[in-house]
């Protein structure tokens, strides 16, 4: 079973750039979250996307933008790039079920190394 | 406020020994979960224990065990004989309310551990 690919691994943008980072879910996988990570403030959460809307928002500008698409691939935009935006950007993919014990359990892509020069 | 608080600095474990990463939390919410990641350095956030906060139990999950303590909100995660492949930042993190829904974790700063031959 394919895990949560994350595209492209690695970019190089200049301050006031915009960039894209993609997301495909784990199949069958209806909720994608993305998570920014720096040295700095750890891992924060952006947004969360299910079935096509935005659920959950987390403390960022409106800079940050994101979308998630019928298949349930998520993007994420960043405009107006800073040099604060360098972070590594992780996705998550999550099933939730019907009963049992699901723990929503997140399942993490490798992330996309963004620098911003 | 801090969610999550990981406090220990750097640990360097001996291979085939036992360590335990400590973690505390914060929230007044009756309804939450725990969840321990680890973190190689390529990156990519990988899933080793989830602790419910109405789990009667401790969770386990082979080398892995999580010392539930309510009261005192601390939630340890516990690795037994330790292997070269353990070397990695350990990430503990907290769902606040049930699952469904809400796909947003609060992360600590994580724990690095490098385990010697």
């Known amino acids: 079973k394919a895990g949560v690919t994350q595209t492209p691994r690695y970019l190089i943008k200049t301050r006031g750039q915009q960039v894209t980072l993609s997301c495909s879910p784990i199949?069958?996988?209806?909720?994608v979250s993305w998570y920014q990570q720096t040295p700095g403030q750890g891992l924060q959460f952006l947004f969360e996307?299910?079935?096509?809307?935005?659920?959950n928002k987390g403390n960022f500008p409106g800079r940050f933008s994101g979308r998630q698409f019928s298949n349930s691939r998520s993007e994420m935009n960043v405009s107006t790039l800073e040099l604060g935006d360098s972070a590594l950007y992780l996705c998550?993919?999550?099933?939730?079920?019907?009963?049992?014990?699901?723990?929503?359990?997140?399942?993490f892509g490798e992330g996309s190394r963004l620098t911003v020069l | 406020a801090q969610k999550i608080t990981q406090t220990q600095p750097g640990m360097f474990v001996q291979e085939k020994e036992a360590v335990t990463l400590d973690c505390t939390y914060d929230?007044?919410?009756?309804?939450?979960?725990l969840f321990w990641y680890k973190q190689p350095s390529s990156g990519e956030m990988i899933f080793l224990i989830y602790?419910?906060?109405?789990?009667?139990q401790n969770a386990t999950e082979g080398r892995y065990s999580l010392n539930f303590q309510k009261a005192r909100k601390s939630a340890n995660l516990v690795i037994s004989a330790s292997q070269l492949g353990d070397s990695a930042m350990y990430f503990c993190?907290?769902?606040?309310?049930?699952?469904?829904?809400?796909?947003?974790?609060?992360f600590g700063k994580g724990n690095q551990v490098v385990v010697i031959p």
């Open positions: 998550a993919s999550s099933l939730e079920g019907t009963g049992g014990r699901d723990t929503g359990e997140l399942f």
């Open positions: 199949s069958g996988h209806r909720s």
């Open positions: 996307y299910f079935s096509e809307t935005q659920r």
């Open positions: 929230t007044s919410d009756p309804s939450y979960g």
């Open positions: 602790q419910g906060s109405y789990d009667q």
């Open positions: 993190a907290m769902r606040e309310g049930p699952h469904y829904g809400n796909n947003r974790l609060a």
